[in-house]
Structure formats: structure tokens, C-alpha cells
């Protein structure tokens, strides 16, 4: 018994392996996915930042189109002083001037915002072109090592089910059949591990005789709280 009991062991790690491998294949892809869209919005994010500079360059040359004819129109006005007639006139020509003045005056304030946000975001802009590029670079490599592990794990997937399925085959069936009954009642674990009278399955102490008797004997004993197969496991020795 207590070499089949090793055997169960075994197979019990061999089964949560496997496990856990499994859950690993689908995880790694969602985390890569997930990698890919955070590197993704900050690429986006990036893009949004150009295209409003894109804008703002724009914005700046079409104010400074408009202050060149707003120059243009002065000096034409400029011209006509010399030649109106009457004092009306004069005075309707100077106030079109005055008008012109203000409005180029409102273009240069304007021009000059621009002017500060292009600055801004120039440098914002230069400093996350760097990190865009990190974070690509970064993703790559995680990608790269996700795949790796990917590649990895079908390997020993493949591995741990031909463990498991060997020892299998050297596990008596009634045992074995006790073993998977108790495993589906129990979350996974059908053998625990006993020592200083406590059974880890549950936490709870096992009757002295019962746990002489496990130290002992040779007869498969069930825990009497959680009912799942008992080993001795002298801790002192670790
Ligand atoms: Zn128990």
C-alpha cells in the first residue's frame, strides 16, 4: 500500500501539472493580447498628439496669411490717403486704417498662442515619439517570450500526460477508482498528507489510533473528517 500510496502522489502532482499547464496556454494569449492593446492605445494616444500639431501648423499659417493681407490692405489704404478729396473722406480712410490696425493686433495675439501651444506640444511629442518606440520594442520582446513559453508548454503538456497516463497504469484500479471518486468530491486533492495528528486535507486532528495505525500499518486509511486518502509525512526529516 504505502507504494501505491506514492504512486497516487505522484499522480496527484503529475494531474495538477497538467493543470496548471493548461490554464497557462490560456492565459499567455489573453496577456499578449492585452499587452498588444495597451501598446496599441498608447499608439493611438501618440497619433491624436501629431495630428492636433498637424493642426496647429496649419492654424499658424493661415493667421499668418491673414496678417500679410491685413498689411497689404493698410498700406493700400495708406496710398488713398494722399489721394481722397474731402475731409469725410480723409477721415472714413483713417478709421478703416484703425480698424485693420485692431484686427492685426487680435491676429498677433492669436499667432502667438499658437505659437506657445506648438512649443508645448513639440516637446511632448518628441519625448513620447521615445517612448512609443520603448513600448513597442518592449511588447515585441514580451511577445516574443510569450510565444517561446507557448512553444514550451505543449511540450511539457505532452510530457506530464504520458507521466501521468504511466502512472496510471501502475496504480491498482479499485484504488485508482477510490483516488478519481474522492478527487472530484474534493477540489483536486484526493491524497494529503499527515502529521502531528492533523490531516492537511482539513485541517483537523485525527484520532491517536488512527494516526498510529498510519505510521504503522499498511491499510489505507481515509481521513475521518474529509474523507480523502492519508500518507504519513514525517516533517522532521525535511
Ligand atoms: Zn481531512
Redesign the pocket.
Known amino acids: 500500500m504505502k507504494e501505491q500510496l506514492k504512486l497516487l502522489v505522484e499522480l496527484q502532482n503529475a494531474e495538477a501539472d497538467v493543470l496548471s499547464l493548461k490554464n497557462k496556454k490560456i492565459e499567455l494569449p489573453r496577456t499578449k493580447d492585452f499587452l498588444m492593446s495597451e501598446m496599441k492605445g498608447q499608439e493611438e494616444q501618440f497619433e491624436t498628439k501629431k495630428e492636433e500639431l498637424e493642426k496647429l501648423r496649419q492654424e499658424h499659417k493661415h493667421q499668418e496669411a491673414h496678417l500679410t493681407m491685413s498689411a497689404e490692405k493698410i498700406k493700400k489704404a495708406k496710398g488713398r490717403l494722399i489721394e481722397v478729396k474731402t475731409n469725410k473722406e480723409y477721415e472714413a480712410t483713417l478709421k478703416e486704417i484703425e480698424t485693420i490696425k485692431e484686427s492685426s493686433s487680435k491676429i498677433e495675439d492669436e499667432i502667438i498662442r499658437i505659437l506657445d501651444k506648438m512649443e508645448q506640444l513639440t516637446e511632448i511629442v518628441a519625448a513620447e515619439d521615445k517612448q512609443v518606440a520603448a513600448g513597442k520594442c518592449e511588447y515585441e520582446n514580451q511577445a516574443a517570450q510569450i510565444e517561446k513559453d507557448l512553444c514550451n508548454i505543449d511540450a511539457r503538456l505532452e510530457e506530464k500526460i504520458r507521466m501521468q497516463d504511466s502512472i496510471r497504469k501502475k496504480i491498482d484500479s479499485t484504488l485508482l477508482k477510490k483516488f478519481d471518486l474522492i478527487k472530484t468530491r474534493r477540489n483536486g486533492y484526493a491524497v ?1 498528507a499527515a502529521w502531528n495528528e492533523v ?1 492537511s ?2 485541517h ?1 486532528n485525527i484520532p491517536p489510533q488512527m494516526y498510529n495505525d498510519l505510521r504503522k500499518s499498511d491499510a489505507l486509511i481515509l ?1 475521518p ?2 474523507s ?1 486518502i492519508l500518507y504519513w509525512e514525517d516533517r522532521q526529516i525535511e
Open positions: 494529503v490531516c486535507g482539513c483537523m481521513c473528517h474529509c480523502r
